[in-house]
């Protein structure tokens, strides 16, 4: 129940998930991270070096192809976080208009995600409702 999604994520273009461990600690995985992948959401991690390059290893698709993802390799917390905001203020930057096409360009990989996703929670809790507690992605979902 703690991958349930709000309202308000369901209904914005991306999140900034920062996870349990962000500091160079352990990649642990949580239901931060498992609400994008239910609602079909891009996200930007504030976690651990190596995060995404984990996220990756497991079969996840990230989005270095829209934005410099760079930052997952920097232990300097205060770099690290710089270099999120950088992202943030670019992304701020786009016109809805952007935010709709890159969305649109993202759902494959959105939905790849939501499936693999599944497929873990499914595979190593069984959770049979899992499926219920996708959400469908949609070109339009940004208001």
């Given at each position: 129940?703690?991958?349930?999604?709000?309202?308000?994520?369901?209904?914005?273009?991306?999140?900034?998930v920062?996870?349990?461990f962000?500091?160079?600690?352990p990649?642990?995985?949580?239901?931060?991270?498992?609400?994008c992948?239910?609602?079909?959401?891009?996200?930007?991690?504030?976690?651990?070096?190596?995060?995404?390059?984990?996220?990756?290893?497991?079969?996840?698709k990230?989005?270095?192809?829209?934005?410099?993802e760079?930052?997952?390799?920097?232990?300097?917390?205060?770099e690290?976080?710089?270099?999120?905001?950088?992202?943030?203020?670019?992304?701020?930057?786009?016109?809805?208009?952007?935010c709709?096409?890159?969305?649109?360009?993202?759902?494959?990989?959105?939905?790849?995600?939501q499936?693999?996703?599944?497929?873990?929670?499914?595979?190593?809790?069984?959770?049979?409702?899992?499926k219920?507690?996708?959400?469908?992605?949609?070109?339009?979902?940004?208001?």
């Open positions: 129940k703690h991958s349930y999604t709000s309202d308000y994520q369901v209904l914005s273009f991306c999140n900034i920062t996870e349990t962000y500091m160079n600690g990649i642990h995985i949580t239901e931060k991270t498992d609400k992948f239910s609602a079909g959401q891009p996200f930007i991690l504030v976690a651990g070096i190596g995060y995404l390059k984990k996220l990756k290893e497991l079969g996840f990230t989005f270095d192809k829209w934005w410099d760079s930052y997952d390799d920097i232990s300097d917390l205060n690290k976080i710089n270099k999120i905001g950088e992202i943030i203020d670019l992304i701020g930057s786009w016109p809805i208009e952007k709709e096409e890159v969305y649109v360009e993202m759902i494959p990989m959105l939905k790849h995600n499936e693999l996703c599944g497929s873990y929670s499914n595979s190593r809790y069984h959770l049979s409702n899992f219920k507690e996708i959400l469908p992605i949609y070109s339009d979902k940004i208001i």
